[in-house]
């Protein structure tokens, strides 16, 4: 399936000529919290280069869990919200997925098909073994290492600013409350899989057809994963499901250069990643292409901005 989305214009296309089918969109979900996060930077209620802790502790705490220097040692005391959206924090990653060396492992896929029943909610998580190990894989802000848990403690930190008594009360679409009703009213049907699995939100099937674990790529359909509840592992980092059309808008009310704006000029700028030729090469949950790599025609001309894995 294709979607694009212009001031004027929305197009999208599937297979099947199906548009209204649902996808399971994983990381693209980072989009929509980090937008969360920088709505909150703009409403005055939190100072992304300020420490995260006291924001996150009080759910942490009450989801039995202790406190960030509990999980992760002494130094996560100096994790901002801002480390934790550019992938700069040092928090251990839940997603194991190692494609190299051969053979492609990954023990959380692993344990995720092995019991499809279990949701792998922030409890979940954050106590697995490989990322409640008391210290971080390095001191925040020094380097930067790809870790959906950050994303996971996020929803966490956004679900205490809006007060909720518990982690799964927090709406992850008032992200989009700078924008007008009208437009808010269209994303009326992307779900958030707070619960369950993609059979309980979408028709649409999915089907791992990976190397990890021995699994043989070229065995076809694949691990059908309709009914497995760790597809949406991690939450606000990955529980969008919603139509192409749907995401399509949502990458153009936050990027675009016309129209309802999901956020302010200055928030977007820090979703560009800057320093990709210095080793940091995320934004503020925007990964892998930047300014700095551009898109050109050949002769020295960009042509525009490219963003690349929207989450």
């Known amino acids: 399936g294709i979607g694009v989305q212009s001031s004027t214009l929305s197009l999208a296309a599937t297979s099947d000529g199906n548009v209204d089918e649902r996808f399971v969109w994983g990381s693209v979900t980072k989009l929509l919290t980090g937008s969360g996060i920088l709505r909150q930077v703009e409403k005055g209620n939190l100072k992304l280069d300020g420490p995260a802790a006291p924001h996150i502790d009080p759910v942490l705490s009450a989801l039995g869990l202790g406190s960030m220097v509990e999980l992760f040692g002494e130094e996560a005391a100096k994790i901002s919200a801002h480390h934790l959206g550019a992938m700069q924090s040092g928090v251990p990653d839940y997603d194991t997925a190692k494609p190299w060396p051969r053979p492609p492992t990954d023990p959380f896929r692993a344990q995720v098909y092995a019991s499809p ?39 966490l930190l956004l679900s205490n600013l809006d007060h909720k008594a518990s982690w799964d009360q927090y709406n992850q679409l008032s992200a989009l409350d700078a924008l007008p009703t009208s437009r808010r009213a269209m994303y009326s049907d992307v779900k958030l899989a707070v619960h369950g699995s993609p059979s309980n939100w979408t028709t649409l099937h999915g089907y791992d057809r990976t190397s990890y674990n021995g699994h043989d790529p070229t065995s076809l359909p694949g691990t059908d994963v309709y009914h497995t509840k760790g597809v949406y592992g991690g939450w606000t980092a990955s529980d969008v499901t919603a139509r192409i059309s749907d995401v399509a808008r949502l990458a153009y009310d936050i990027f675009g250069s016309s129209g309802p704006r999901v956020l302010q000029k200055s928030s977007v700028d820090v979703m560009v990643p800057h320093n990709a030729a210095h080793g940091f090469p995320y934004g503020f949950a925007t990964f892998n292409l930047s300014r700095s790599w551009g898109v050109s025609e050949g002769k020295g001309k960009d042509y525009n901005q490219a963003y690349g894995h929207l989450g």
């Open 117 to 155: 029943s279990t949701e792998w909610d922030p409890v979940n998580i954050l106590n697995v073994s490989w990322v409640k190990t008391g210290s971080l894989d390095f001191t925040p802000g020094t380097k930067t290492k790809y870790s959906s848990t950050n994303f996971v403690l996020l929803g």
